[in-house]
């Protein structure tokens, strides 16, 4: 199974500050024939359902705000939040979906400082 | 409009099976995969299968002795059903097609 690696677990920011989240799977999420990387960002606030942000490491989902910017291939990912918002603490999760099982990272808890 | 709504019983007795619903709108089960997401209280999200548009399926390597995933496409309702059922498998199942998700359905294992 692909282990997805998720760093920071928790990160403390005041409203405006950039943030960055981390995300490394344990091989290649790179599919050649596509030439995509297969790995999606979801952002879940306590008490909802996760929300997709990000899918093939770089492409927004339709409605999420262009603050939110996923970045990486291979193996190694960001999710970048630019001037972050209130609204913008959550936690937030890294899948895989380059192989079956799909595997989600261990969260970031986004949190006010 | 794409919609998913999980069903299924809140209270399981630990040894017990475990048998949930996802009826979807809006969509083909046979144009889209289906996966099953758990979140026990307070952690992360563990993915535990796939119904694939094709019939096929994909399960969590630790779950996959004890779990079974099907369908009935005239129905547009996935089945998930989990054996062996024990205090740690408490927590939120989720449906979802990825990009939309259900409301989640809470399962407590408990005498």
């Known amino acids: 199974d692909i282990v997805m690696t998720q760093s920071p677990s928790s990160l403390a920011v005041s409203a405006g500050e950039t943030v960055t989240i981390n995300c490394k799977s344990s091989?290649?999420?790179?599919?050649?024939?596509?030439?995509?990387?297969?790995l999606a960002w979801y952002q879940q606030k306590p008490g909802q359902s996760p929300k997709l942000l990000i899918y093939l490491a770089s492409t927004r989902e339709s409605g999420v705000p262009d603050r939110f910017i996923g970045s990486g291939s291979g193996t190694d990912f960001t999710l970048t939040i630019s001037s972050v918002q209130a609204e913008d603490l959550a936690n937030y999760y890294c899948q895989q979906y380059y192989d079956t099982p799909n595997t989600f990272g261990a969260g970031t808890k986004l949190e006010l400082k | 409009q794409v919609q998913l709504k999980e069903s299924g019983p809140g209270l399981v007795q630990p040894s017990q099976t475990l048998s949930l619903t996802c009826t979807v709108s809006?969509?083909?089960?046979?144009?889209?995969?289906v996966h099953w997401v758990r979140q026990p209280p307070g952690k992360g999200l563990e993915w535990m299968g796939r119904?694939?548009?094709?019939?096929?399926?994909s399960y969590n390597s630790a779950l996959k002795s004890r779990l079974s995933i099907s369908r009935d496409t005239s129905k547009n309702q996935v089945f998930l059903k989990m054996n062996s059922l024990q205090t740690d498998d408490t927590g939120t199942y989720y449906c979802t097609r990825t990009s939309e998700w259900g409301q989640g359905v809470m399962v407590t294992v408990s005498s």
């Open positions: 809006g969509f083909s089960l046979t144009s889209y995969n």
């Open positions: 119904m694939r548009y094709n019939g096929d399926t």
């Open positions: 091989q290649s999420l790179f599919g050649s024939v596509r030439q995509k990387n297969y």
